[in-house]
Structure formats: structure tokens, C-alpha cells
């Protein structure tokens, strides 16, 4: 199931509301939560939900062993098992085909379904577990909590990666006030929209484009594909983000922010602290610092950690390409500091935008033979010419979204709505300027809603794209 989605939106999201706000304590309403959790899980995948609830089993009881005897064996069996798990899962094909590939052989490439969400509850499991052990956050003695925060729908399928230290206190004890549900439902909406009126609309062009054929597409035909599909992957992604943390704020937890703005960026330095701030942060502190961080072996630690990064992003080598191709560039920002701070803060910005789009080109193909041909296309050296008439049609015809899209990736409705929030601010709730504030803020909220079931009317199924990682 998917929250872009008609039965989640009037079907499941009410009902489960209904059943936990009726529950007056805790315990119940952390038994509505695993139990539409867990439903909302085998909606999509009614066999792997045992997967997920066995992992959930396994590094639970790995704080439990730890809690009797801390040693570093429990930490290495729950990595392997762990780490384990998702090499089955989501690399043995691709393991397997690079064998072949490389010997000689014709072992039989094995074709598992890979579990939807299963790389963002692995690493918050295996987060829990490394936390137990350098005694960052208690022990969570309560199978049926520690279930609770593997599996809570919101952010289960693809993100933010949420630390049980985030949500510690929060599963036991928690409130929503009035303020966190109007909160909360706008937050939804918002993330709705991004996904359903600008993501889908981008990502319908941006394939029609690039999934065709390469040697009669245009250079400006490519790039206006690229660069949808760079609007895309952000709307879609950032908006499930905003989805999942609306829903937890209704249901009072508080989960951290993974998007802030990345493509106003002025380096890619900066562009990933912005973007999937959770796993950015994850392989920081789990990888990139236990390794050494910048102590000792900076370079290497840092491509270790972009190749993972790439990796984790799926089981093919243009991923592992992509991550190293930023390994390069930050290295190059690292070397290049104090002249890069020369350059005006406009060039480094367009720069910056530049390069991250040629990274998500070579993060859409994972063919290399199409790879290379669309970078061919897009310099000029292959393709149908600069420009044609098809390609003329399709960027006038599409240019309200790609202008929107544009406003949508800068500060400007985010202080628009701070400007009018702040010119709505009284001291006195009740006033009517506070009102107008809500009414308005509900009234966007409705047409959003509106816009985006209108959209959602007759459209085949639209998965988010970090669903497959």
C-alpha cells in the first residue's frame, strides 16, 4: 500500500485515526499502530511481513543478550545477520551475475523479489543494535514495542531512517496536541501534492523520454528528460519524507527532517547535507566515523563510504558509479577549498546544479550501453541534433510544471507561508486573524486533497521511487 493511494487516503488513514484516538492508553494505541502497520506491509507483500517481523524478532533479542553481556560478539552476529539478510535479498542476483560475468561461468542467477522498504528497517534495526552497544539508548525490553518501531507505517517503506533514540521516549510516552495534528495534516498534503501533481507529472515525461529510443532523441529533448527526472526523484522522495513526517506528528512522534532544500545548494558539499539527511547521517556515524573519519585515511574512509552509499541505492554498477562519482567531486571540494570559496555564490550555485543533474542521468540508467549513449546525446555527439519540432512541443507544452517544479525546489513557498503565518500571529488564539490563518491553511489543505484525488482517479498504480531500495 502506498499513501498516493485512494484506499489508504479514505479508506485506511480514517480508520486507523478512529481506532487510535479512541484508545484512551497507550498500549492500545500501540496496538492499533502495529496492527495497521503490519497490515499496510502485507497489503504489498503478505509474505515478507514474517521477514520483516523475524528481523525485527532477531535484533531485539540481540539488545537483550547485550543488556545480560555486553561483548563485541553480539555486535558482529547481528551485523551478519542483518547485513546478511539484505545481501540474499537484494544483491545474491547481482553477486551472482558479476560472477558469471567475470569466470566464465553459467551459475544459475537466483531471482528473489526484493522486500519492499526492507534496506530502511534493516539499517534502523541494526542502528538500535550498534546504539545498545556503546550504551546510547537503553534497552527496549518490550518485543511489541521494539516491533512498533521497526514496523510503524509511516516512515516503514522508504524513510527518513529513524533512530530508536529519536523515538525512544516517544513509544512509551507521547501526546498530540491540536497544534501537531493541524501540523501534521498540512505536512501530509504538502508531501501529497509533491508526489502526485508535480513528481508523477515529471516522472510521465522524464520516461517517455529517456526510456525511448536514444538515437532519435534530441540534445535539448535529453536534457529537458534529465532534468525532469531530476525534479522527479526530489518531489517524490522529499514528499513521501513530508508524508511520513505529517502522519507521525498526528500521531505525536517526531521524526527528523531528511529534506532541506538540496538543490539550492552552492556545493555538493553542501547539496548532501541536505538531501536524505537520515542516510547521509547513518553512514556518518555508523561508517564513516568508526573507520576514522578525518583522523586517519580520510580518502579512503570516504570511498568506502560513497561506494556503499551507491550500493545501497540498488544492485547494479551505475549505482556504484554514482556514489563514486561524488566521492570524486567531494574530494575535489576537500582539495579545492579555499579557491572554491573565490568563485561568486551564482556560479557555484549553477555548478553545483549542473553536476547533480549529470549524477542523476547516471543514476537513472542501469544499462551502460544507454548510460553512455545518453551522455552522447547530451553533449552533442549522437542523437537527432540539437532540437526538433516534437521536442519544441513537448518543452512549451510542459512548461507550467517545469515552472513549477522550479518555484517548488527554492525557499519561496516555504516563506510565504512563514510571511503569512507571521502576519496572522496574535497573542490571542482566538483572534481573527488567527483564524483566517486557519481557515486559509485548511482550505489549502482541502484543495490539495481535492487536486490530488482528481489526479488519482483512473491512474494505474505510481509507486515512489525509493521503494525499490
Known amino acids: 500500500m502506498v499513501f498516493s493511494n485512494l484506499i489508504f487516503l479514505y479508506l485506511f488513514l480514517p480508520f486507523c485515526l478512529l481506532l487510535y484516538f479512541l484508545c484512551r492508553s497507550m498500549a492500545g494505541k500501540n496496538a492499533v499502530l502495529i496492527v495497521f502497520s503490519l497490515f499496510f506491509y502485507a497489503w504489498g507483500e503478505p509474505l515478507y511481513v514474517f521477514l520483516m517481523v523475524g528481523m525485527a524478532a532477531a535484533n531485539w533479542g540481540f539488545g537483550l543478550w547485550m543488556c545480560r553481556k555486553k561483548r563485541k560478539l553480539q555486535l558482529v552476529l547481528s551485523i551478519i545477520v542483518n547485513l546478511g539478510c539484505l545481501a540474499v535479498f537484494k544483491y545474491a542476483g547481482f553477486l551472482v551475475e558479476n560472477i558469471n560475468a567475470l569466470f566464465g561461468t553459467s551459475l544459475n542467477v537466483p531471482e528473489i523479489p526484493l522486500p519492499i522498504g526492507i534496506s530502511f528497517y534493516t539499517f534502523q534495526a541494526l542502528s538500535y543494535v550498534v546504539d545498545v552497544y556503546r550504551g546510547q539508548v537503553g534497552v527496549q525490553k518490550s518485543y511489541w514495542r521494539f516491533l512498533l518501531y521497526v514496523s510503524l507505517f509511516p516512515q516503514l517503506i522508504a524513510g527518513p531512517i529513524v533512530r530508536y533514540s529519536d523515538v525512544e521516549q516517544q513509544i512509551e510516552k507521547r501526546t498530540a496536541c491540536h497544534e501537531d495534528i493541524f501540523y501534521g495534516m498540512t505536512r501530509f498534503c504538502i508531501g501529497l501534492g509533491k508526489k502526485v501533481l508535480l513528481a508523477d507529472g515529471a516522472g510521465k515525461i522524464a520516461s517517455q523520454i529517456l526510456d525511448g529510443q536514444l538515437a532519435a532523441a534530441t540534445t535539448l529533448g535529453m536534457w529537458l528528460g534529465v532534468i525532469l527526472f531530476t525534479f522527479q526523484i526530489y518531489f517524490d522522495f522529499s514528499g513521501y519524507s513530508d508524508m ?8 505525536g512522534f517526531k521524526y527528523p527532517e531528511n529534506f532541506r532544500l538540496p538543490y539550492i545548494s552552492r556545493s555538493i558539499t553542501e547539496f548532501w547535507r541536505r538531501w536524505h539527511i537520515s542516510l547521509s547521517s547513518f553512514f556518518r556515524d555508523y561508517v564513516y566515523i568508526p573507520l576514522g573519519g578525518n583522523r586517519r585515511h580520510v580518502y579512503l574512509n570516504l570511498f568506502i563510504v560513497w561506494a556503499l552509499t551507491g550500493l545501497w541505492h540498488g544492485a547494479s554498477w551505475n549505482f556504484v558509479l554514482w556514489g563514486l562519482y561524488f566521492y570524486v567531486l567531494l574530494c575535489i571540494e576537500r582539495l579545492l577549498k579555499k579557491q572554491i570559496k573565490h568563485i561568486p555564490a551564482a556560479v557555484r550555485h549553477v555548478l553545483t546544479l549542473f553536476l547533480v543533474v549529470i549524477g542523476w542521468n547516471i543514476f ?8 553512455s549513449q545518453s551522455f552522447a546525446v547530451l553533449f552533442g555527439f549522437a542523437g537527432a541534433g540539437f532540437a526538433g519540432e516534437t521536442t519544441s512541443i513537448m ?9 513549477t517544479c522550479f518555484i517548488g525546489c527554492t525557499p519561496l513557498p516555504q516563506l510565504l507561508g512563514n510571511a503569512f503565518g507571521m502576519l496572522c500571529s496574535s497573542e490571542n488564539h482566538d483572534g481573527p486573524k488567527q483564524k483566517l490563518y486557519v481557515f486559509v491553511t485548511y482550505a489549502f489543505d482541502v484543495a490539495l486533497l481535492v487536486a490530488s484525488t482528481i489526479a488519482l482517479v483512473g491512474t494505474s498504480y505510481n509507486a515512489f521511487l525509493y521503494f525499490r531500495f
Open 244 to 251: 511520513a513526517i505529517g502522519l507521525g506528528r498526528i500521531f
Open 364 to 371: 537513472y540508467f542501469t544499462d551502460a550501453a544507454r548510460l
Open 395 to 403: 518543452l512549451v507544452n510542459n512548461l507550467p510544471l517545469l515552472i
